[in-house]
């Protein structure tokens, strides 16, 4: 009886629920002819959110890495600044900074890069850009990146802030540059403590990129809303819709705290 309480009393019932919810709601679909076109009529939405999740996490990771090292900086301008932009983007909501990209930023972008190349466009060896030539989807995928970059900072910023100064100091003494420390010595370290927080990051921002719906990029909300809208199946659409970023994001939750299990393990050995 013992071993059979113990299991009981660890088995994550809310993951048992959503395993069922989720059974039944494929069974539908694998079923019932209805959930069968939603679905087919979803799936390249569902393309389009999976590639500008990957492609923003990509350039906020980016993004975020140089603005945590150079609030590092010994140059007190770039530390200033690296505060700046956390600070002003992470009070930012993705909703405002989606619209600000796309309908403000994205045309003073167009006419910086105007400027900057105007003697070889005057010279008839470039062409001359036009805002309506930045697709929304590249709009979409910036703001995403600009506003997830600020939250990757700070999470690159309390991993390095982990690695121990004696280690720094040592490799100091050896006479390794700042850039060999970095790559051989802190960034090995810290990506233990950084890797876990990045995962949920990045589920955070496939559930965000349905904001990018408001664009009209073709994503899983956006093509939910044409088809709900022309056939008025709004409870088997939203169903379909749910049912794709649970799976999404479940999966990968999953996986992340898994990742973290494996880590605590190898700690303690």
Avoid: C
């Avoid at 910086?112 to 697709?135: C, H, S, V």
């Avoid at 850039?179 to 403590?193: C, N, S």
């Amino acid at each position: 009886m013992m071993p059979l309480k113990k299991t009981l009393d660890r088995t994550p019932w809310w993951l048992v629920a959503t395993i069922i919810i989720g059974i039944v709601l494929l069974w539908n679909m694998v079923a019932n002819h209805s959930y069968q076109k939603i679905a087919g009529a979803l799936s390249n939405g569902l393309l389009t959110t999976i590639g500008v999740t990957l492609v923003a996490f990509l350039l906020a990771s980016a993004i975020g890495l140089i603005i945590a090292l150079a609030g590092f900086s010994k140059w007190r301008i770039l530390r200033e600044f690296a505060r700046f932009y956390v600070e002003i983007f992470r009070g930012i909501p993705v909703l405002v900074l989606l619209f600000y990209i796309a309908f403000v930023g994205a045309s003073e972008m167009v006419h910086l890069y105007n400027w900057l190349l105007q003697w070889p466009i005057e010279a008839g060896w470039m062409e001359k850009a036009r805002t309506r030539d930045f697709d929304m989807l590249w709009r979409a995928i910036l703001a995403l990146s600009i506003s997830y970059s600020a939250f990757i900072a700070e999470v690159f910023r309390a991993g390095i802030q982990e690695v121990s100064k004696g280690q720094i100091e040592a490799a100091q003494s050896l006479g390794l540059s700042s850039w060999l420390r970095f790559r051989l010595i802190i960034l090995p370290q810290a990506m233990r403590k950084i890797l876990p927080p990045l995962g949920n990051d990045f589920v955070a921002m496939i559930k965000d990129s349905a904001l990018v719906s408001v664009l009209g990029v073709q994503d899983i909300t956006q093509l939910a809303k044409v088809y709900s809208s022309s056939t008025f199946q709004f409870f088997e659409t939203y169903n379909v819709v749910a049912f794709m970023y649970l799976t999404l994001t479940l999966s990968l939750s999953l996986l992340i705290r898994a990742f973290e299990a494996h880590l605590r393990r190898n700690d303690h050995h």
